[in-house]
């Protein structure tokens, strides 16, 4: 009862906020912006997708990623520990509000993720299951979630970087490693798990530098030919793409076309383009550093474009404006990594990403 009430009152929120934002005329404009140029939504012929907090689904945060977008991924609202409170109890009220919001404003949503080291509840790891009751539990975990999204979300990341970068397993802090002999067995029957309880979803493998590092590219694509020959689900890769400017184009281009080499749909899920590469207290985000960062994302989205178009499942930017990166935080405050500055406006990068889309 506490949760549908809960409920209603996200999504009377989100009716009203969606409504001001249809009469709103107050957006700023500013000159040195064309704001007349294409919407990214409207000029890729892929999905364009962005990572979003639904408490700040309101105001200029809603109108300008209405207006870009037509995915959304939750930033972080759909990971384990934020809806699974205890082993009957679930935190529902965020993705209900999500799903409202994209239903609405007519996009998809990403799920993302399943399965990661991280996000195990300290509840459930507290126990040290056994092998068969881990399994047992994270299945009606799996049933739970994903079969009362049937339909509602269209795409899952269902496992999230479960390799290091030279290939091996990560083990630390990872229960699955130190439950299984074999843990991806395990991560294979979770994939099955959740195409049973949504048939129609795509379900996506996730790690960061897959482009970048050969290894731990090489430890993926080994990972999907076991699944495929042991008859086992897999339709997608995701790359998070969290880049540098520093970081090779060369590689990532070359990475990037073996990963497709697999044949599955590729996702670049987490994109953003770190400036501030030095971690320095004086840095200044000038106009030259600017125009090389619009110089990075119409590569990468160039590089994109050069894959199959059947592949193209799209890119999703991690987060909205630079005001809202997870970098200020874990990388510098001094960091612009995204497409709209902190006042929403759009940045050369944004230009660099519509350039880098094929035209036709
Ligand atoms: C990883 C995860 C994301 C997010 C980022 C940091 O890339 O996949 O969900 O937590 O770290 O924001």
């Known amino acids: 009862m506490e949760n ?7 999504v009377c929120g989100i009716v009203a906020l969606v409504g001001c934002e249809k009469n ?9 912006i064309d704001n007349e140029a294409p919407v990214l939504r409207e000029k890729a012929n892929f999905g364009v997708g962005v990572a979003v907090k639904v408490n700040q689904l309101t105001d200029q945060y809603s109108t300008v990623v209405n207006e870009s977008f037509n995915r959304l991924t939750a930033e972080y609202e759909m990971k384990m520990a934020h809806v699974w409170r205890g ?36 509840w459930f790891k ?30 899952w990341d ?27 067995g395990f991560y294979a029957r ?11 979803a795509k379900l ?33 890769l995701g790359d998070q793409f969290h880049i540098m400017l520093s970081n090779s184009k060369n590689h990532l ?53 050069k894959l199959p178009q059947k592949q193209k499942f799209g890119i999703t930017l991690w987060g909205v404006s630079d005001a809202h990166s997870w970098l200020t935080n874990w990388w510098h405050p001094k960091e612009y990594p995204l497409l709209f500055d902190k006042s929403y406006q759009r940045k050369p990068a944004y230009a660099g990403f519509l350039k880098g889309l094929s035209s036709d």
């Open 204 to 236: 996506f493998y996730n790690d960061y530098s897959i482009s970048l590092a050969q290894k731990k590219r090489l430890a993926i694509k080994n990972m999907v030919k076991r699944f495929k020959s042991e008859g086992y689900p897999i339709d997608g």
């Open 126 to 155: 507290k126990p040290n299951y056994d092998s068969v009751s881990f399994e047992n539990i994270i299945k009606s975990y799996i049933e739970t979630l994903v079969g009362k999204y049937k339909g509602g979300i269209k795409s």
């Open 4 to 10: 549908k009430f809960k409920f209603l009152l996200v």
């Open 190 to 200: 979770c994939f099955k798990y959740v195409k049973n309880a949504d048939p129609h």
């Open 87 to 122: 082993e009957n109890e679930y935190k529902w009220n965020n993705i209900d509000g999500l799903i409202y919001y994209a239903r609405k404003n007519n996009m998809d949503i990403h799920g993302h993720t399943i399965l990661w080291y991280r996000s195990y509840p300290d």
């Open 253 to 305: 281009q070359k990475g990037l076309m073996d990963m497709a080499g697999t044949g599955l749909l590729i996702h670049l899920s987490e994109l953003d383009v770190r400036v501030n590469i030095h971690k320095s207290d004086n840095y200044v985000f000038s106009a030259d550093e600017q125009q090389k960062q619009a110089n990075m994302y119409q590569f990468i989205v160039e590089s994109y474009e």
């Open 24 to 32: 709103d005329e107050t957006r700023s404009i500013d000159p040195t």
């Open 158 to 184: 269902v496992a999230n970087e479960i390799f290091n970068d030279d290939g091996t397993l990560r083990n630390d802090g990872c229960p699955v490693f130190k439950t299984f002999n074999d843990p991806i």
